[in-house]
Every structure is written in structure tokens, then in C-alpha cells.
């Protein structure tokens, strides 16, 4: 059983700093992709940044040069550094991650998409 757990939201002014974190655990063969998705009140839920196996990243227009996705490979941990908050930024943020799992014999490892559930980010003064 795969898990992912977020820590690291809280209140913050604006301009101020955050660094969520994602932890993922379980029977994990590989990470593909590793993201951070949000959902505003009243608001679908939206892509915020995404790192892949390759180390490839993809930002959301609103939060390009201001937030920043990583991993530490050794530990299975993301983080996401958000600066210069703003008050739009408040949301809940969710990690998410495709991961290979391993299979039952004789089937093969097979990817699953896993969740988080969630800490909140409140920007506000």
C-alpha cells in the first residue's frame, strides 16, 4: 500500500515563504512523475508543478519563477518552495504521484496514481 503524506502548510503574509513537503511510502518500484496540484474554495483542482523521472519540470503560468519542485531521491520526499506568496495562493495542496508498484506473479509491476490528502496554505495579513 502506497501513501503519500503532506506536511508544511500554515499561514503566511504575503511575499512570505513556504516548504511543503510530500512523503511517500510503501511498495514502490519507481516514482514517474511527482506532482503538486491546489484547489482554491468554489475552484476546480489545478496543476501547480510536476517533476518527472527525468527530471523534467512543469509549472503552472501563475506560479512560474516563484515556486520551486524537488525531490530527494534517497528519501522518496518532494517539496515544493513557494516564494513570494500571494493572497491567490491560498488553497489547499494536494501531492500526487505516478508510481510502478509492484505486480502480483506472475502479472508485471504495473503504475498507479496516488494521492495525498491534502494541507492547507492560507496567504493572508
Known amino acids: 500500500q502506497v501513501q503519500l503524506v503532506e506536511s508544511g502548510g500554515g499561514l503566511v503574509q504575503p511575499g512570505g515563504s513556504l516548504t511543503l513537503s510530500c512523503a511517500a511510502s510503501?511498495?514502490?518500484?519507481?516514482?514517474?512523475?511527482m506532482g503538486w496540484y491546489r484547489q482554491a474554495p468554489g475552484k476546480e483542482r489545478e496543476l501547480v508543478a510536476r517533476l518527472t523521472s527525468t527530471s523534467s519540470t512543469d509549472y503552472a503560468d501563475s506560479v512560474k519563477g516563484r515556486f520551486t519542485i524537488s525531490r530527494d531521491s534517497a528519501e522518496n520526499l518532494f517539496y515544493l518552495q513557494m516564494n513570494s506568496l500571494k493572497p491567490e495562493d491560498t488553497a489547499v495542496y494536494y501531492c500526487?504521484?505516478?508510481?510502478?508498484?509492484?505486480?502480483?506473479?506472475?502479472?508485471?509491476?504495473?503504475?498507479?496514481?496516488?494521492w495525498g490528502k491534502g494541507t492547507l496554505v492560507t496567504v493572508s495579513s
Open positions: 510503501g511498495s514502490i518500484v519507481s516514482i514517474d512523475v
Open positions: 500526487n504521484g505516478r508510481m510502478v508498484v509492484p505486480g502480483t506473479p506472475p502479472f508485471p509491476d504495473y503504475a498507479m496514481d496516488y
